[in-house]
């Protein structure tokens, strides 16, 4: 019996029947992978902060026939974390797929960086990853199929436009998908980072109402310009899905060339 192409494609790709999980997927670069994941056919809760941007997002999904819902959660406190993972789960059920794209870009000179900064920082970027991954991961490792997937940074893996306490809590986010890789791997369950270049979201609102400067930056990369959220969409179906399932460990630049040029 020959396999048509759409079945052939959708032996690798399709997420029916999975369950996913993506903080910060009502906007940016979240919000993107929270729509993809959904239109290949996973049951997406997406957690955040902002009801209102919530809303917006699941309505749309839903408007596509997508199976969504979403969950308001501080993660800036480990109570928050605990309370947003629990809350996720109980929608449809254990996840099968972790995304943590949720993240704060607070970067201050360095010399000027508080204990405040510091902190909200490592526990949203770093922390909640972290805390997530040890309430979701090992009830995947159990049912033999997982995917933890990181949005990091170019700042994870050199050093500018004052990396400060962003820098290090995303080269620590790259690490926490190693040692991950390293645990549940062998049960089938994957660890992963994507590593934007720059791309024009709400958390880079800054960086956008500089024109010069956001033209310089599409000049370094090869493809000659800035990325688009959507540019994320294909990226997180692979690491989401079946095709991936020898990929481990490893750090996806979806940067244009960015880091490369």
Known sequence: MST????????LFSLDGRTALVTGGSSGIGRAIAG???????????????????????????????????????LSTREGIRAGAEEAAAVFGEPDILVNSAGVNLRPPLGELGE??????????????FLLGQRFGPGMAERGFGRLIHVTSQQAHRAFVQSGAYGVSKGGLESLARSQA???????????????????????????????????LAARTMVG?????????????????AASAYVTGHSLFVDGGLSVH
């Open 4 to 11: 048509t192409p759409a079945d052939y494609l959708s032996g």
């Open 36 to 74: 993809a994941l959904a239109r290949a056919g996973a049951k997406v809760v997406v957690l955040a902060r902002k009801e209102t941007d919530l809303v917006a997002t699941v309505d749309e999904l839903t408007a596509d026939g997508c199976r969504a819902a979403w969950v308001s959660a501080d």
């Open 116 to 129: 405040d900064v510091w902190d909200v920082t490592m526990t949203v970027n770093l922390e909640a990853p």
């Open 182 to 216: 390293e645990a549940w791997s062998a049960y089938g369950v994957t660890a992963n980072t994507l590593v934007p270049g720059v791309v024009l979201t709400p958390l880079n609102e800054r960086l956008a109402s500089d024109p010069e400067k956001v033209a310089a």
């Open 225 to 241: 310009r800035n990325g688009l959220a959507e540019d994320f969409a294909g990226a997180a179906v692979f690491l989401a899905s």
